[in-house]
């Protein structure tokens, strides 16, 4: 059978793949919630900005520094997403992550409607 597991080039020690495989879905959630329209403007801005960050040259610690010149990129990269999440409606977070999982869809489980009392009585 083979091994699904990937071993780092640096240190020989085999990667989790739960945590890959969450870091995936993180993306995937976040992706999603970038295309819903009902995430409030501010909250999408925080995504272009860390990856502005990222990607620019400027660092707080240069990347020249092997291990922890990264470290502020991974650090930005997992506190601007947790960041994202938390400012984004908790009720559109749940329906994407919901959605990702395979569940039913929030949207699904009610109807919105109108309602009247019919007398039959009379």
């Not at 990222?54 to 991974?74: E, K, R, T, Y």
């Not at 929030?106 to 309602?115: I, K, T």
């Amino acid at each position: 059978m083979a091994d699904t597991t990937t071993k780092t080039a640096a240190t020989g020690k085999r990667a989790d793949p739960s945590v890959l495989i969450e870091i995936w879905r993180s993306m995937q959630l976040v992706w999603r919630l970038m295309l819903d329209p009902r995430v409030p403007f501010l909250p999408k801005l925080i995504v272009p900005l860390v990856a502005l960050y990222v990607l620019s040259p400027l660092d707080l610690i240069p990347d020249v520094l092997l291990v922890v010149g990264q470290l502020d990129d991974i650090a930005l990269l997992f506190f601007g997403t947790k960041l994202f999440l938390n400012s984004c409606p908790p009720d559109v977070v749940l329906e994407h992550r919901r959605a990702l999982e395979g569940g039913t869809v929030s949207s699904d489980e009610y109807v919105d409607g109108s309602y009247r009392v019919v007398d039959e009585d009379k």
